[in-house]
T-cell receptor
């Protein structure tokens, strides 16, 4: 089974430019999450899709970030315009549907991340 | 105040010893607890999940949860050089939807 795939692995852009990160979740996983790790800090939640719907976007920093998941398959995260503080590693994760109860809930499989460097 | 706290390390242990990694979390009703292992430049990999008080063992790994004291720990027995990585503690809080709150991670070094 293929894991969670993210592209690009590393992107270097200048302040003010636009970058689009892509995530392909594990096939059949309805839940897709974006997280971000800024250097020296913990991994932080950005948002959660269930199929194509945004379930929780409480972690999105501001309106320069736009996430989409058309058709409920892959997802993109666009940063426009990028700022210096957007630099970090953006992780995507996916999980299957909950089957009830705590067991199995929130068991996320992560991708390797997309490292974004804004100069 | 951070919601999930870990000592950043590095924690150095000799090969064959027991490595003990600790994590404390804030005073909120918590539901699920996870330990992820991350090698440099790689994806976080789930190694243990625990949902109720007590110990849970899986091979060389044992997770321990104490909700009254608000801590969760990970023991690695017979540590190997291949266990050298960053270990991330993650907590799912009740009312937090489906998102996880992570600690900053503890770097473990197993020395020959």
């Amino acid at each position: 089974e293929a894991g969670v795939t993210q592209f690009p692995s590393h992107s270097v852009i200048e302040k003010g430019q636009t970058v689009t990160l892509r995530c392909d979740p594990i096939s059949g996983h309805d839940n897709l999450y974006w997280y971000r790790r800024v250097m020296g800090k913990e991994i932080k939640f950005l948002l959660h899709f269930v199929k194509e719907s945004k379930q929780d976007e409480s972690g999105m920093p501001n309106n320069r970030f736009l996430a989409e998941r058309t058709g409920g398959t892959y997802s993109t995260l666009k940063v426009q315009p990028a700022e210096l503080e957007d630099s970090g590693v953006y992780f995507c994760a996916s999980s299957p549907n909950f089957r009830g109860g705590a067991s199995g809930a929130n068991v996320l499989t992560f991708g390797a991340g997309s490292r974004l460097t804004v100069l | 105040q951070k919601e999930v706290e870990q000592n950043s390390g590095p924690l150095s242990v000799p090969e064959g010893a027991i490595a003990s990694l600790n994590c404390t979390y804030s005073d909120r009703v918590s539901q699920s607890f996870f330990w992820y292992r991350q090698y440099s430049g790689k994806s976080p990999e789930l190694i243990m999940s625990i949902y109720s008080n007590g110990d849970k063992e899986d091979g060389r790994f044992t997770a321990q949860l104490n909700k009254a004291s608000q801590y969760v720990s990970l023991l690695i027995r017979d540590s190997q050089p291949s266990d050298s990585a960053t270990y991330l503690c993650a907590v799912g809080f009740t009312g937090g939807g489906n998102k996880l709150t992570f600690g900053t991670g503890t770097q473990l070094k197993v020395e020959l």
